[in-house]
């Protein structure tokens, strides 16, 4: 009785969690409107008032301040759920007034990229809903998708011609890829009158869309876009799930049921289907749990591997010996990572810059035959490839998707009517609504690997999880802390180096998200910011935070400082669930020459208090204390005669002892970009990975790189200490991508993948061969804009993602994923720019120059930056648009006493890109924010005392 009074209680939310649950703030995302830009439009009564089936009654029109909130499960009682604000869409529907005479309408429709079940269904539904429901006689289809647009002539459809469009698969108005022209398409959107445009397709379409509409609004054209989200894989964001995704899983079942016939109908038979699912396995998944043949389900979110304890051969083995058969669904995209490629291959993309991907069903169909020919010669053995997915995406709807078309078709309809623009319809919890084309084009919908769906067919099936494990001896003297953790022949791992210096901050939890996206799992941060500790909680990702140097006197003075400091920066933060720290770094490069000594002094007995602090708390085993030195530490003609600078060959005596006393590494920064940049004598090609024409020989060594140079010459001078064998940390090492001759993407991407490579295939160096260092810290994760250009300009471009998590270039981290993942659910400021107002005389611009580039970034004007060839125009709007970003878009910043003025249109050329900032406003950003305006108030005092 007792227990259920308590249940009971349990189940009632008390009266202030309703009220929480009231008080949570709701942010009603943005829907562009024809009238944003053309004023004064006229509007008239929906003609469904008069329609003899509809006879609106009261609630039939959706009224402006209805909403479908994206997050509907709420955690009650406690705390509510991120995101705050929780984010709300204009609910779909026909409106009370609309802003077409629809006598006036000119409708165009137009299908883009792969086929999709149900695409003649959303032109059927659009053109019969346009006819019906608001009279249009005037409807278009445009051919062959976006190129269609000015290639050929549009065909007019009517409720008669399409009348049977819905029982067809494919598309009747024809699609293709590539074509996106954007002026040519606006221009024939104007020149042929169309005033409503309909647009489906998928993510590349949508990107289209979204230009196609800035486009027509920088035009400020009385014509409405939408985008009509059309994907067989699922993979758009935000909205429930895409039309003809139902059909397609419900086709993949005869494929799977097919395999498993032939499957169990052979001696060691395996059936093998691949679905399609480029970059996400929705497809295979549901048609995995709605079968119930599968014994192994790949995806591309989930990385496996063939041989070796608890791979796939291992698993099939067991399956084979228990059942006889077994039978594998694989998504296209998984695996692509394992297929081996030509050069060409690697390039390899379609008309619309999609990767071409190899087939993954042929590469395992011939490796599964290998393996059994290798572990089971004489033994029968089947396999059986079935390729199912151009049936499965030609066919016709079926009656849920069917239906589902309809009403995305007409939810459309009633948007653009109602003089809606630049948005897509959809589904979200089950209720249609309008979503900002751009968020949809930027959002992508994976699985979660995380979630019960994917755990119920791991657990349906038993799958492994393919997640490499230490063998239990291992695991177990790991856990006791015996075992030296920087065994010279343990795996090197690629981490990266996190740094918050910058004017435009990501939130630290999407940042976390990027580096597991990018299965980073090892990070470096130079501080313990609780923001960033909190996002890295439960991450898994192995972290070094930093004490900066300029807390060491302080560290250096008692116990009790050091107490503190790991009570509240460490042990606060360690433990079940909460962030895997590894290393304290103690100081960052302290004794760098530059210092002239200041902090050296405090770094020995700044360690020995840390150490201590670390041990009343039994954390001195578990997390390393280290010091990163900079490379100019040691010096030397040749790498074998490397020795630490003389003055510091005492305190490296003592660090080094300590370090090798307590199992820790050295850490080093090696920066041979900094070397070049310099030297001008310093030979270019000796700084890359790709051989030199200047090779360095050293006795029986020849160096052909200038990292390898500089790692021996660290293993010589540790050497001499008689510590040749310390494990060796490269804590720092990367090439800038902007702001220098020299500093470019292509060079970047090349010092980064060369070292990569030259990591991973553990060729080691000539005084260490076969043993690459322990870790390499990439540096860096993102652009650091407020970071000092004393050293030089390209200080604020290390990152090897943009600050706003894009990824500048292709980079193979060697960590699972054949690219770079860009950050996702970046919260962006509206696509706006301030640019210099061309029709206002620019010649008293230069102090507004100087101070918008005194508190913002405009280091990629200068000579050898991306933005140097903009012209005195191009870099008074670049300096205007940063500082106006920097300052959250407020419209006061974009004044500049009427020199400026906001654009819809994005200014970037070719490589030089105009920012757009994000909205976070936490912490250091908001503090740094507040610093520059003080800054900006002292050099304003400054320049008005001097004019
Ligand atoms: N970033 C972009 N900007 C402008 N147009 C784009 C962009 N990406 C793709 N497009 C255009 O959109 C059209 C369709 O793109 P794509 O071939 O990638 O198919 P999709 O719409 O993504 O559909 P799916 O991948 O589901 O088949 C093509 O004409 C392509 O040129
Ligand atoms: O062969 P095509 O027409 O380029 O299309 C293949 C791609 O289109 C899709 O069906 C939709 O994106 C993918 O699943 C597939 O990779
Ligand atoms: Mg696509």
């Known amino acids: 009785m007792a227990a259920m009074k308590q249940a009971e209680e349990d189940d009632l939310i008390s009266q202030s969690d309703y009220q929480n649950l009231?008080?949570?703030?709701?942010?009603?995302?943005?829907?562009?409107?024809?009238?944003?830009?053309?004023?004064?439009?006229?509007?008239?009564?929906?003609?469904?008032?008069?329609?003899?089936?509809?006879?609106?009654?009261?609630?039939?029109?959706?009224?402006?301040?209805?909403?479908?909130?994206?997050?509907?499960?709420?955690?009650?009682?406690?705390?509510?759920?991120?995101?705050?604000?929780h984010l709300a869409y204009h609910r779909a529907g026909p409106r009370r007034s609309i802003f077409f005479e629809p006598s006036s309408v000119k409708a165009a429709i137009v299908t883009c990229g792969g086929l999709c079940p149900g695409l003649n269904t959303v032109i059927r539904e659009l053109v019969n809903g346009l006819w019906e429901l608001y009279g249009v006689r005037q409807i278009f289809g445009v051919t062959a998708g976006y190129r269609g647009f000015y290639s050929t002539d549009p065909?007019?459809?009517?409720?008669?011609?399409?009348?049977?469009?819905?029982?067809?698969?494919?598309?009747?108005?024809?699609?293709?890829?590539?074509?996106?022209?954007?002026?040519?398409?606006?221009?024939?959107?104007?020149?042929?009158?169309?005033?409503?445009?309909?647009?489906?397709?998928?993510?590349?379409?949508?990107?289209?869309?979204?230009?196609?509409?800035?486009?027509?609004?920088?035009?400020?054209?009385?014509?409405?876009?939408?985008?009509?989200?059309?994907?067989?894989?699922?993979?758009?964001?935000?909205?429930?799930?895409?039309?003809?995704?139902?059909?397609?899983?419900?086709?993949?079942?005869?494929?799977?049921?097919?395999?498993?016939?032939?499957?169990?109908?052979?001696?060691?038979?395996?059936?093998?289907?691949?679905?399609?699912?480029?970059?996400?396995?929705?497809?295979?998944?549901?048609?995995?749990?709605?079968?119930?043949?599968?014994?192994?389900?790949?995806?591309?979110?989930?990385?496996?591997?063939?041989?070796?304890?608890?791979?796939?051969?291992?698993?099939?083995?067991?399956?084979?010996?228990?059942?006889?058969?077994?039978?594998?669904?694989?998504?296209?995209?998984?695996?692509?990572?394992?297929?081996?490629?030509?050069?060409?291959?690697?390039?390899?993309?379609?008309?619309?810059?999609?990767?071409?991907?190899?087939?993954?069903?042929?590469?395992?169909?011939?490796?599964?035959?290998?393996?059994?020919?290798?572990?089971?010669?004489?033994?029968?053995?089947?396999?059986?490839?079935?390729?199912?997915?151009?049936?499965?995406?030609?066919?016709?709807?079926?009656?849920?998707?069917?239906?589902?078309?309809?009403?995305?078709?007409?939810?459309?309809?009633?948007?653009?009517?109602?003089?809606?623009?630049?948005?897509?319809?959809?589904?979200?919890?089950?209720?249609?609504?309008?979503?900002?084309?751009?968020?949809?084009?930027?959002?992508?919908?994976?699985v979660d690997t995380k979630d019960h769906k994917w755990a119920w067919v791991r657990s349906v099936s038993t799958q492994p999880d393919f997640v490499r494990r230490f063998s239990t001896v291992v695991v177990a003297l790991f856990s006791l802390l015996v075992v030296w953790r920087s065994l010279p022949t343990a795996e090197s791992a690629i981490?990266?180096?996190?740094?918050?210096?910058?004017?435009?901050?990501?939130?630290?939890?999407?940042?976390?998200?990027?580096?597991?996206?990018?299965?980073?799992?090892?990070?470096?941060?130079?501080?313990?910011?609780?923001?960033?500790?909190?996002?890295?909680?439960?991450?898994?990702?192995?972290?070094?935070?930093?004490?900066?140097?300029?807390?060491?006197?302080?560290?250096?003075?008692?116990?009790?400082?050091?107490?503190?400091?790991?009570?509240?920066?460490?042990?606060?933060?360690?433990?079940?669930?909460?962030?895997?720290?590894?290393?304290?770094?103690?100081?960052?490069?302290?004794?760098?020459?530059s210092y002239s000594g200041q902090f050296q002094s405090y770094v020995m007995p700044a360690m020995l208090n840390l150490q201590q602090s670390l041990a009343k708390v039994n954390l001195a085993n578990y997390i390393k204390l280290v010091v990163p030195c900079n490379a100019d530490a040691y010096e030397a003609e040749l790498p074998s005669q490397g020795a630490f600078r003389p003055e510091l060959t005492q305190i490296m005596t003592q660090i080094v002892q300590f370090l090798n006393s307590n199992g820790s590494p050295f850490v080093v920064n090696i920066y041979p970009f900094l070397s070049l940049y310099g030297n001008s004598d310093f030979p270019q090609d000796y700084a890359f990975f790709g051989g030199t024409t200047h090779p360095v020989t050293d006795g029986a060594n020849v160096y052909s790189n200038a990292f390898d140079g500089n790692f021996d010459t660290l293993v010589a001078a540790l050497a001499k200490l008689g510590y040749g064998q310390m494990p060796i940390v490269i804590g720092e090492i990367g090439w800038p991508a902007d702001g220098a001759i020299g500093a470019n993407l292509s060079a970047a991407k090349a010092f980064n993948q060369g070292l990569i490579n030259q990591v991973l295939n553990r060729k080691g160096t000539p005084l260490r061969p076969g043993i690459p260092p322990m870790d390499v810290y990439l540096f860096s994760l993102l652009d650091e804009g407020a970071k000092s250009i004393l050293p030089g300009n390209f200080e604020r471009h290390w990152g090897i993602f943009s600050f706003d998590g894009q990824a500048k270039y292709p980079l193979n981290l060697g960590l699972g994923n054949r690219f770079l993942k860009n950050a996702k659910n970046v919260e962006y400021l509206p696509s706006r720019w301030c640019v210099a107002?061309?029709?206002?005389?620019?010649?008293?611009?230069?102090?507004?120059?100087?101070?918008?580039?005194?508190?913002?970034?405009?280091?990629?004007?200068?000579?050898?930056?991306?933005?140097?060839?903009?012209?005195?125009?191009?870099?008074?709007?670049?300096?205007?648009?940063?500082?106006?970003?920097?300052?959250?878009?407020?419209?006061?910043?974009?004044?500049?006493?009427?020199?400026?003025?906001?654009?819809?249109?994005?200014?970037?050329?070719?490589?030089?890109?105009?920012?757009v900032g994000v909205t976070d406003t936490s912490s250091s950003s908001q503090a740094y924010r507040n610093w520059v305006s003080v800054q900006f108030l002292i050099l304003w005092g400054i320049v008005v005392f001097l004019v």
């Not at 049921?257 to 996400?280: D, F, P, Q, W, Y």
């Open 22 to 85: 009231f008080s949570i703030s709701i942010k009603l995302q943005n829907l562009p409107h024809l009238t944003d830009y053309i004023p004064n439009l006229k509007t008239l009564p929906n003609p469904l008032d008069q329609n003899p089936f509809f006879r609106p009654s009261e609630g039939f029109y959706i009224h402006p301040g209805d909403a479908i909130l994206r997050q509907i499960v709420l955690e009650l009682p406690g705390t509510l759920p991120a995101p705050s604000p």
């Open 155 to 446: 065909v007019e459809l009517n409720p008669k011609i399409v009348h049977n469009w819905h029982k067809r698969g494919g598309t009747a108005l024809e699609t293709s890829r590539g074509g996106f022209d954007l002026d040519k398409i606006v221009n024939a959107i104007q020149n042929r009158g169309f005033n409503q445009v309909y647009i489906i397709g998928g993510d590349g379409t949508l990107r289209g869309a979204v230009k196609i509409f800035n486009e027509i609004r920088r035009r400020k054209l009385n014509v409405a876009v939408t985008g009509i989200p059309k994907t067989v894989d699922n993979d758009v964001g935000i909205i429930d799930r895409s039309f003809g995704f139902q059909t397609a899983v419900e086709m993949a079942q005869q494929a799977i049921s097919a395999a498993n016939v032939e499957a169990e109908s052979a001696v060691n038979g395996i059936g093998l289907v691949k679905l399609m699912g480029r970059s996400t396995g929705h497809i295979a998944l549901h048609a995995t749990l709605s079968s119930g043949d599968v014994d192994c389900c790949l995806i591309p979110e989930m990385d496996f591997y063939l041989d070796g304890k608890g791979g796939l051969f291992e698993f099939l083995e067991q399956r084979l010996r228990e059942n006889g058969h077994a039978v594998l669904v694989v998504a296209e995209g998984a695996g692509q990572e394992l297929i081996p490629r030509t050069d060409a291959q690697k390039e390899e993309r379609d008309e619309s810059g999609n990767l071409v991907f190899l087939d993954v069903g042929v590469w395992l169909k011939s490796e599964l035959k290998n393996w059994w020919t290798r572990d089971h010669p004489g033994e029968l053995f089947t396999v059986k490839y079935i390729d199912p997915t151009y049936m499965i995406r030609a066919v016709p709807a079926n009656a849920t998707d069917n239906s589902y078309c309809t009403l995305l078709a007409h939810s459309a309809i009633h948007g653009v009517m109602a003089g809606y623009t630049g948005f897509v319809p959809g589904p979200i919890n089950r209720n249609f609504a309008y979503i900002h084309l751009e968020e949809v084009a930027q959002t992508k919908n994976e």
């Open 495 to 593: 981490g990266v180096n996190w740094g918050t210096i910058s004017l435009h901050r990501l939130k630290p939890s999407t940042v976390v998200n990027l580096l597991k996206d990018n299965k980073i799992s090892k990070v470096k941060i130079f501080d313990t910011d609780h923001g960033v500790l909190r996002a890295l909680m439960g991450s898994g990702i192995e972290v070094m935070v930093g004490i900066p140097n300029e807390m060491l006197a302080s560290m250096s003075s008692s116990t009790a400082a050091s107490d503190i400091w790991v009570r509240q920066n460490v042990s606060a933060f360690v433990g079940k669930g909460g962030v895997d720290i590894r290393y304290i770094a103690v100081g960052n490069e302290p004794f760098l020459t």
């Open 837 to 915: 107002n061309p029709s206002r005389d620019l010649s008293d611009v230069t102090n507004h120059m100087k101070l918008a580039c005194s508190m913002a970034d405009c280091t990629t004007l200068n000579y050898g930056g991306s933005c140097n060839e903009l012209g005195a125009k191009g870099n008074i709007s670049y300096a205007f648009n940063s500082y106006y970003q920097l300052q959250m878009q407020n419209l006061q910043s974009c004044d500049f006493d009427g020199l400026g003025m906001v654009t819809f249109l994005d200014p970037s050329v070719g490589q030089c890109r105009f920012l």
